[in-house]
């Protein structure tokens, strides 16, 4: 037998988060997997001894829900600024950028807060004047909606006249104008003409998909799901596994349906090729499917009706992106080819159509896992069913704690519903399996500790925003801890490979500079990552 290992982790405070044995001291690693814990671990000869003087060790985070190529493109390639920014900033930004271009160059990026609606309807002069006449394409916080140029309107053809296309809207001044506002599907007219003109390179996907993957290690990340992936940036996955590069393990949820990113390639023809993308370290094991928008765009879809405006009326409640039987055949059809499915939610009515969906599907054996993503707003109805009926929520603590996007939402959706958002504390009653995901870049960061926080206070971790919403939902760290740990991975079907510390998961794992479970609940999003560690292999270490 041999007793030889590549790595022993010691003199450490190790929180495995496995509820049999949450506590180690040491850990003893071979060909990537963990193989001995404590006594038994330091029983064996290593050939390396990492000794951590006492430090904290943790199982490496999971994210369930982000989009790491986009984050890496827009970190390489795009202009961004806060969604906090105020609109005189943000035209600051963008003249600042302009300069540094040629006259006909597109400025692609943001995110402007979802709060600036109104704003913008007038602002489409500034815009232009900021820019220098360039075509721009500015996404809000929210990564549904759009704010463009009039350059970049009359390259796609958009006029006064153009008729709002099928699942979005032009927004027009009261004297029937364009104002360079495209909601949902709209901005695609303009983001698929920006893509043609700029395709990507497989070096750029490649690079922008290594440097997503960079920057979660930095933040501890090991694991995640990429929400809504592209053509590209599967091929890139794989390119990146192929040459032992690919230092994560990723689940991808391959994008049926596009009513914002503007992907060449979707729906049947996409998951056809998926499956030839599949790496050791890749799986494309997930659909994903937009079933309504956002809330602040009146495009989420709700059991009752959103507040009055002149342009829906009095009894608006939204409306889904597709009919309930059309739901279920994109969902068969997914399960015939064995892949589960992301189902972005952001309104009751939408969730509900889920839980119908899947309760036929158990029905007929199908045993495939569901998640739905985002799930603000849940009817107490519906809470129970996500536990029995086996489906997963992805939630994401960083875009409804107190801040812009909760701010836009109440302006749309009535106060007493508008408060009650992501009722974590019921669904982990339940017996629901709570997933957390980022949404980066639609976050600003994809810090599970800033995540982490916000799930334990109900506050904004910044603190830039006051109070908390419902904190009647608050979890416990420990509860948290496994949100973005060992649940992330149980949802994304990696629950026996990653998401804690046990004998014969990988060996994963992240040093950090405080002990989480002894800091106090407003210090947590300040937990710091030291060291990242990916099968055993040190992919991150915090510049001294």
């Not at 369930?64 to 190529?69: P, R, T």
């Not at 350059?151 to 104002?179: C, F, K, N, Q, Y």
């Not at 809330?295 to 009055?308: Q, R, S």
Request: proline fraction near 6%; charged fraction near 20%.
């Amino acid at each position: 037998m041999t007793t030889t290992t590549d790595l022993l982790v010691t003199n450490a405070r190790v929180y495995t988060v496995d509820r049999a044995r949450p506590w180690a001291t040491a850990f003893a690693v071979r060909d990537g997997e963990i193989v001995a814990l404590d006594e038994d671990a330091t029983a064996l000869d290593a050939a390396r001894t990492l000794d951590l003087g006492g430090a904290t060790v943790m199982p490496g985070l999971v994210d369930v829900h982000n989009h790491h190529a986009l984050a890496g493109l827009s970190d390489l390639f795009e202009l961004t600024f806060s969604p906090n920014t105020p609109l005189a900033e943000a035209l600051d930004a963008i003249a600042a950028y302009a300069a540094g271009l040629g006259p006909d160059e597109w400025i692609v990026g943001g995110s402007w807060g979802s709060t600036l609606f109104d704003e913008l309807a007038t602002a489409l002069p500034r815009l232009d004047e900021a820019a220098g006449g360039r075509p721009v394409v500015l996404t809000d916080d929210s990564r549904h909606n759009r704010w463009v140029s009039s350059r970049a309107l009359e390259l796609a053809g958009v006029t006064d006249s153009t008729p709002d296309p099928e699942g979005g809207r032009i927004l027009r001044d009261a004297h029937g104008r364009a104002t360079g506002v495209m909601l949902e599907h709209a901005g695609l007219l303009v983001e698929r003409v920006r893509a043609t003109a700029h395709p990507l390179t497989d070096g750029q996907s490649r690079r922008a998909s290594a440097r997503g993957i960079e920057i979660l290690h930095s933040f501890g990340v090991t694991a995640f799901q990429d929400a809504a992936i592209s053509l590209d940036a599967m091929r890139a996955l794989q390119s990146l596994d192929e040459a032992g590069e690919l230092t994560a393990w990723v689940v991808t949820s391959v994008l049926v349906n596009d009513p914002i990113f503007g992907f060449p390639v979707t729906g049947d023809p996409l998951v056809a090729q998926a499956e030839k993308y599949r790496s050791r370290h890749h799986r494309p094991d997930f659909i994903k499917i937009f079933l309504d928008g956002v809330p602040p765009a009146h495009t989420g879809a709700f059991l009752e009706p959103y507040l009055p405006s002149p342009e829906h009326g009095d009894h608006f409640c939204g409306e889904t992106t597709m009919p309930a039987d059309e739901l279920l055949a994109k969902l068969r059809h997914a399960a015939a080819a064995g892949l589960g499915a992301k189902i972005h939610c952001s309104g009751d009515a939408a969730v509900r159509m889920v839980l119908d969906t899947v309760e036929t599907l158990r029905g007929e054996g199908n045993t495939l896992q569901y998640q739905v993503a985002h799930g603000q707003f849940i009817s107490e109805a519906d809470l129970p069913r996500l536990a029995g009926l086996g489906v997963s929520a992805d939630i994401s603590p960083f875009l409804w704690v107190p801040g812009v996007i909760p701010d836009a939402i109440a302006t749309t959706v009535p106060g007493d519903r508008a408060g009650r958002m992501q009722p974590n504390r019921t669904l982990l009653d339940s017996g629901a399996l709570v997933a957390g995901g980022s949404d980066w870049p639609v976050s600003e960061t994809p810090d599970a500790w800033e995540g982490i926080e916000g799930l334990v206070t109900r506050a904004d971790p910044s603190g830039r925003h006051p109070g908390t919403l419902w904190a009647e939902q608050a979890i416990t760290v420990a509860e948290a801890i496994e949100v973005f740990t060992i649940n992330g991975a149980r949802a994304m079907g990696l629950g026996d490979i990653a998401g804690s510390l046990e004998v014969g998961k990988s060996a994963d794992f992240v040093v950090l500079d405080a002990n989480p479970l002894e800091v106090a609940p407003d210090a947590l999003a300040r937990v710091r990552v030291t060291e990242t560690w990916f099968a055993g292999e040190r992919v991150y270490s915090r510049p001294s």
